[in-house]
Each structure stands twice: as structure tokens, then as C-alpha cells.
């Protein structure tokens, strides 16, 4: 099984951990390739990571990627306009219109915890519809069971499993990230995979979920760079 974590950040972008700690712990840990993720700025911020990047998959030797997090609607939808730049977008959920829009947004990769700080799921069978409909994929994020206290954990969990439920129900893809903050935070792919058993998917689910899904939207991202790309369906045939 080749495992990837597509949502891990650093000290650039609110973390606490070097590219260089996150990239060699993941590859320990067993990693095949994980995506760091940063809040844009601007142009020159997006060239001095993808410089660093590179830098350092030669040196440790993993597959490393690029993503922005938009966190709210207008960084929404001025990555998504300018989406063949870099690797993946994610969109933090939480707030209903996030995580509404995030899922009729052909051009986002990850939904990040739609649950995140809410009493409910923060997702509906609508969402869910358009989710499947888009390809976008709703997130299981380790961190938030992780950094949450027993009562409060059992909520997450609780709505977490809703919409891994809702997901399978309507069809729309389910992925496993860690949303490390610190490369104390990674964890091996067979522990996401036997939480994410604990939460409502199948063992075959589960290493789905952190092998083929995340595979298929690094495929995704690298065609739609590609020259010959046009739009979401259509692209250059030779």
C-alpha cells in the first residue's frame, strides 16, 4: 500500500515543525509522499516554496507537494481561479457556506474537518451530492480527535462518523490525513487506518482512503498542469 497525507502544515503556515522534520518523519513513518500546506500570499511566497520543496524531496528522498488552504469564501475563489499554479487547494471546513461551497467547487481538492467546531457534522445528503458530483473529497482529520479532550472528543468522533456514513451513502470519496501541525503529530498510515475503522469504514475502505483516493487527486493535479489541460472533462487530444 502506498500511503499518502495530504494535509500536513509547517512553520509556514501556523505550524511548529521545519519542511525538512516533516518530510524525513513521513518517510520513517512510511509515507510514500505528503502535501504541505500554506495560507497564500502572494507569487513570490508560492516560487520560494515550490523552490523549497523541491529542495528537499531530492534530499530526503519522498514525494512532496504543494496545496493552499483557503479559509474563507473570497481566498476561495481566487485560488480556485488561479488553480493550475500548484498542486492541490483544500478549503477549511466549518462553516456552512465553506463547507457548502467548497463541495460545488470542482476545482478543490479537500474539504478539511467539515466538523470542525461545530455541535453537528456541518454536512447535509446536498452536500454530499455535490461532493460526489465534483470529486471532492471529505476529510478525516486525525488532529482534531487528537488535540480534543474525552467529552468533547466523543462529539467529533460522533460527527465524524456521520460523515463518513453520509459520504459512502451518496458516493463521494473519503480521504485520511493526519493535519499535523508538528512532525510529532504525523502518525503511521496503519494507525489512520485503524481509526478510521473505529469511525464507520471497512478495512478495505480505510486503506482506500489513504492510498488510491489521495493517489487519484495527485493524478488530477498533475494533469490539470499539464498544457494540454483546458477544463474540469475537457482537455487537448494530440
Known amino acids: 500500500m502506498q500511503a ?41 511566497q508560492k ?22 488552504e483557503a479559509r474563507d469564501l473570497k481566498e476561495l475563489k481566487f485560488l480556485a481561479k488561479h488553480r493550475r499554479s500548484f498542486d492541490l487547494l483544500l478549503a477549511r471546513g466549518g462553516e456552512i457556506e465553506m463547507n457548502r461551497e467548497a463541495c460545488e467547487t470542482p476545482e478543490v481538492d479537500i474539504l478539511t474537518h467539515p466538523e470542525y467546531q ?8 446536498v452536500c454530499m451530492k455535490f461532493a460526489a458530483k465534483n470529486n471532492v473529497a471529505i476529510e478525516v482529520n486525525f488532529r482534531e480527535i487528537l488535540i480534543t ?14 460523515n463518513i456514513k ?6 463521494a470519496s473519503i480521504i485520511l490525513c493526519s493535519g499535523a501541525i508538528s512532525h510529532w503529530e504525523l502518525r503511521s498510515p496503519e494507525c489512520l487506518v ?42 487537448v487530444l494530440e
Open 4 to 44: 499518502f497525507d495530504l494535509h500536513v502544515h509547517s512553520a509556514f503556515s501556523g505550524g511548529e515543525s521545519s519542511l525538512e522534520e516533516l518530510a524525513k518523519t513521513a518517510k520513517l513513518l512510511g509515507f510514500r509522499g505528503i502535501c504541505f500546506v500554506f495560507y497564500y500570499q502572494d507569487e513570490r
Open 194 to 235: 485503524s481509526m478510521a475503522c473505529q469511525l464507520g469504514l471497512e478495512l478495505n475502505e480505510a486503506k482506500k482512503a489513504i492510498s488510491e483516493v489521495p493517489k487519484r487527486i495527485i493524478e488530477k493535479a498533475k494533469e490539470r498542469r499539464s498544457e494540454k489541460w483546458i477544463m474540469p472533462g475537457v482537455k
Open 118 to 125: 461545530r455541535n453537528d457534522s456541518g454536512l447535509d445528503h
Open 166 to 171: 453520509l459520504a459512502k451513502k451518496y458516493h
Open 47 to 68: 516560487e520560494i516554496l515550490l523552490a523549497e520543496i523541491e529542495r528537499i524531496r531530492k534530499e530526503v528522498g519522498i514525494d512532496l507537494y504543494l496545496g493552499f
Open 149 to 162: 479532550n474525552k467529552k468533547t472528543r466523543a462529539m467529533v468522533m460522533a460527527n465524524i462518523a456521520r
